[in-house]
């Protein structure tokens, strides 16, 4: 109770700061209690799945460490997420790559997949009230081997991978009827070469049918009513085994969403070392309604590090609050951390998501935006640096404390006695 307290009397003095420069806290945190974060499936198994087909990790992707205790079932890992959600405050929803069904070991290959496969996670996800999203898997398997899935030149395994996206998409459309929330399905594929190609057209012609192919199917209700699901297409700038060209290219994938009206994945590891996501997300929005938002942390490469509450990060808060974005995206993590708790990797990372988009919503927006257009820089570059020290913890400590999930660092006690008790029984 003396702990509430303390959280309580920190936060009226907080609010009374904010409320100075014009910014209303308990309006920001209702706010903030609205947006979901897609907690990410592969974080929890480092991108293993559940197929036993015994292909390794391929498409460019490595997960590196070897922290004891990861998940090794779908009911493991379910377990997992379930310790991850009730230490991060507010109501989120989990994402889910198409090899991590459930086949009753037996070998479904790709393309057979379909909604029976995933009833269980149905199920989970409607005794936690949370939404699922959706991501065909075209990496770890024979048929991915060259590098080339979707724009195979090779017509049968270009075949294939079509009908893979199809399933997908159905798989998709059954989450979203089942739990009556809208499953966003994500297409990435590996697709690229590690040196530099003569033939740069033929494999983009090959996606774009390939594309058209999955696209065409129908698995939504009739116009006008809730979606099952929505489309999304994610490019990539370069990868392991793809240095040299990318088939789905950021200007590839940004053309085919406009031009097709899908929605478009902004991954915060897929561009250059020194390139930032936080303008594309006004430019990308002049064109498209709504967007898919991957929040990663690449150090030096694509290198999907757990997300840390860094400049980068606090820019994309600002920019989805700034441009009244948040309704209009939609915010997933992408990252896998092998190396450290992979509980703690979700809760660090989804906390920092949170604490990012806190801080745009006590900034006081309209303030500077209305020196801004006056020509006023003096004030708002004054405002945006005396907002640097406001006591943005406390705010933080007292939703966390709202929301019944432990305050500062005690959520890493939580994780602490879970791996003791659960993680460590895993050998």
């Not at 790559?97 to 029976?116: L, Q, W």
């Not at 085994?241 to 929605?263: D, M, N, P, R, W």
């Amino acid at each position: 109770m003396a702990k509430s307290k303390t959280v309580e009397q920190a936060y009226k003095l907080a609010r009374a700061q904010y409320a100075a420069i014009g910014v209303d806290t308990d309006a920001a945190l209702a706010k903030l209690r609205g947006v979901p974060i897609s907690l990410h499936c592969w974080q929890g198994d480092d991108v293993g799945g559940f197929e036993k087909f015994g292909t390794e990790l391929g498409g460019g992707l490595a997960a590196t460490g070897n922290y004891p205790g990861k998940a090794r079932t779908p009911a493991e890992l379910r377990a997992d997420a379930e310790q991850a959600f009730a230490l991060i405050p507010g109501k989120h929803r989990f994402n889910l790559h198409a090899f991590y069904g459930e086949f009753g070991g037996k070998p479904v290959d790709r393309n057979e997949i379909g909604p029976e496969h995933f009833a269980g996670w149905i199920d989970w996800a409607k005794k936690l009230g949370i939404g699922l999203d959706f991501n065909p898997t075209f990496f770890s398997h024979p048929k991915a081997a060259s590098n080339f899935t979707l724009s195979n030149a090779d017509e049968g395994i270009r075949g294939f991978w079509v009908e893979h996206g199809i399933a997908c998409r159905k798989i998709a459309a059954a989450m979203g009827k089942a739990l009556d929330n809208t499953c966003v399905t994500n297409v990435w594929i590996p697709d690229g070469m590690k040196d530099t190609p003569i033939d740069r057209v033929g494999p983009r012609e090959r996606l774009t049918q390939s594309l058209d192919a999955m696209f065409k199917v129908k698995v939504n209700p009739a116009k006008g009513k809730k979606p099952y699901t929505l489309d999304s297409v994610e490019g990539k700038l370069f990868g392991i085994g793809c240095e040299s060209y990318t088939v789905g290219s950021h200007e590839y994938y940004l053309g085919y969403a406009v031009a097709k009206k899908t929605l478009f994945t902004l991954d915060t590891g897929h561009y250059h070392p020194t390139e930032t996501i936080t303008d594309k997300i006004s430019s990308v929005f002049q064109f498209m309604p709504e967007i898919l938002l991957h929040v990663s942390r690449g150090v030096r490469w694509d290198s999907d590090h757990v997300v840390v509450l860094s400049n980068e990060l606090e820019e994309i808060g600002q920019e989805l609050v700034r441009g009244d974005f948040l309704e209009r995206t939609h915010i997933g993590l992408d990252y896998f951390d092998a190396s450290i708790n992979r509980v703690a990797a979700w809760v660090i990372g989804t906390r920092n998501m949170l604490k990012s988009l806190l801080k745009a919503l006590v900034e006081p927006t309209q303030t500077l935006r209305t020196a801004e257009n006056g020509g006023d820089y003096t004030t708002r570059l004054a405002l945006l640096e005396e907002c640097r020290t406001l006591p943005l913890g406390a705010l933080w400590d007292f939703y966390c404390e709202q929301q019944g999930v432990p305050v500062g660092a005690e959520w890493l006690l939580a994780v602490k006695k879970y791996e003791q008790g659960v993680l460590a029984t895993r050998k």
